[in-house]
């Protein structure tokens, strides 16, 4: 028979967020990893907080938000304070219960600046590797390199000269600018906006932006990230990041896989310093690198794998909110880049114990 649209409203519930969220979700498995990393986080928290005083939001509260923010591609923090209000999956992965006051924006704002200003971003992704190089997930020996564009939350308008005075703009929400005839670059222009930012193309024929340039190092065995970083947009920036990156692994011999933006003397010389294979990808006219490198198989496999380096930019643009930066400034932008990079590796993680 066909049930009653009954619509009365209950004054008790008897099931906890907990039991309304299946055993077998994938949320479960990121949150249990996600407790790990902020349990051994706690001392850092510790000291980013006074011992007096209000009590504010507990930064493991705003860490987990942040994490569905990113993983759930929730564009703005009003709207993920909104899912928090009714989505009893988001109020279980925070941590709050069925009856707890959901925080205002402007609140969960500025006690989340408290975060982008520790290292806690760094401090998260490394716990997150270090899971991951525990449950021996990871390569030692064989790392791809490559870089992305990262779009500036700053518009071509806010692009002017460098000590001009700045003059009231016609209309305040969309001003009249006039760029024709007049010639632009980093050297004598800055964005008002955001002045971390450089103008800057990925290509010839692209157009040109201002952005930034983030950088990934990813292990060859299951395309997890184990380090990155944000630099300016510069056209030497990939490979500089890139040379950091590979510096600061543990001293043995291993191979870096890259594309042909990597294959320069000056690269190639750095990495042989470093006791790093290179296995980069040759120009046509390359003198960097022979069959002395390119006959082995080893480098054959390199270069196929080193292009699964794209899925992990295009998760975090697509899903994780970095086709075009929320922050400004290369430490907030260094802050987001990284979080993505966490939360990245633990779906991927979450998926290969899934898969086993």
Not at 183 to 209: C, I, M, V, Y
Request: net charge positive.
């Amino acid at each position: 028979m066909r049930g009653d649209d009954e619509q009365s409203g209950h004054l008790f519930s008897y099931l906890s967020p907990e039991q309304r969220v299946p055993a077998d979700h994938p949320l479960r498995a990121i949150r249990t990893m996600t407790d790990e990393a902020l349990r051994r986080l706690s001392p850092k928290f510790e000291a980013l907080y006074a011992k007096t005083g209000r009590a504010s939001i507990p930064p493991e509260h705003l860490l987990r938000a942040l994490l569905l923010q990113v993983l759930y591609s929730v564009r703005s923090e009003r709207m993920l304070i909104e899912q928090l209000e009714y989505n009893l999956l988001f109020r279980w992965f925070v941590g709050l219960g069925m009856d707890d006051a959901v925080w205002a924006p402007t609140t969960f704002t500025k006690n989340r600046d408290r975060l982008l200003d520790g290292d806690i971003a760094r401090a998260f992704f490394e716990d997150v590797v270090a899971q991951a190089r525990g449950r021996q997930l990871l390569s030692a020996e064989h790392f791809t390199i490559d870089g992305t564009l990262l779009e500036a939350w700053a518009g071509q308008k806010s692009f002017t000269r460098k000590g001009q005075p700045r003059t009231p703009p016609d209309d305040p929400g969309n001003p009249t600018v006039n760029f024709h005839g007049e010639r632009r670059s980093n050297q004598t222009h800055q964005s008002t906006t955001d002045p971390d930012s450089r103008l800057f193309k990925k290509a010839k024929g692209h157009e040109a932006k201002l952005a930034y340039l983030g950088e990934v190092l990813m292990e060859n065995r299951h395309g997890l990230v184990v380090d990155a970083c944000v630099v300016p947009a510069t056209g030497t920036g990939e490979r500089d990041a890139a040379i950091s990156l590979i510096a600061d692994l543990p001293q043995r011999r291993v191979t870096v896989g890259g594309d042909k933006g990597y294959d320069t003397h000056g690269f190639i010389d750095t990495l042989r310093h470093l006791k790093a294979t290179p296995h980069i990808a040759r120009k046509k006219t390359s003198r960097t690198l022979d069959a002395r490198t390119t006959r082995h198989t080893g480098y054959d496999i390199s270069q196929r794998v080193r292009k699964r380096i794209e899925e992990v930019f295009g998760w975090m643009k697509t899903v994780g909110g970095l086709r075009k930066l929320r922050h400004r400034g290369g430490a907030r932008v260094n802050w987001q880049f990284l979080f993505a990079a966490a939360a990245y590796n633990l779906v991927r993680m979450r998926n290969l114990e899934g898969a086993v």
